[in-house]
């Protein structure tokens, strides 16, 4: 069975991360590929941020004057990813995740936090493979995928 290597960094102060959130967090990616039937072990870096931090990096990389939710950061292209030569597996790339825009999402849509937080980190896994919602079809085989992997996990809304 394939492994993937979780790095999560919480860069932001404004929110007390509750007790097993990181555990989810790694669970929600391992579910993404392990519904993806990817076959090969796996680094992805998440990092937990501010709104303000988030804004910053939207401006920067999307040109987008606003914070956001989250942001994906992939490595590959097509399916082809760097190989890390130290542990052998691909790198997929970078997660982060607004913790304090998470925490208004849910209040907002009615449920958990850990429920917003693991629909990000499962968002932005599809978009590290390769997934997009630019178009309509897209969309669609996007968010029902999101819903079966969330199902998986036992989360519902």
Known sequence: MPKVKVTIQNQQRAVKLPNGMRGLIRRSCAEVLKNQRFENDAEVIV???????IH???AEFRNV???????????????????????????LGDIVISVEHALAQ????????????????????????????????????????????????????
């Open 47 to 53: 990092t937990l941020v501010d709104d303000h931090r």
């Open 56 to 58: 910053e990096l939207n």
């Open 65 to 91: 004057d606003r914070a956001t939710d989250v942001l994906s950061f992939p490595l590959g292209e097509d399916g082809v990813y760097d190989l890390d030569p130290e542990t052998n597996a691909f790198q």
């Open 106 to 157: 849910s209040v907002e849509y009615g449920h958990s936090f850990d429920r917003e937080i693991s629909y990000l980190t499962v968002h932005s896994m599809l978009h590290l493979l390769g997934f997009d919602h630019v178009n309509g079809d897209e969309e669609r085989l996007m968010r029902n995928t999101e819903k079966k992997i969330m199902a998986s996990l036992g989360i519902q809304r």
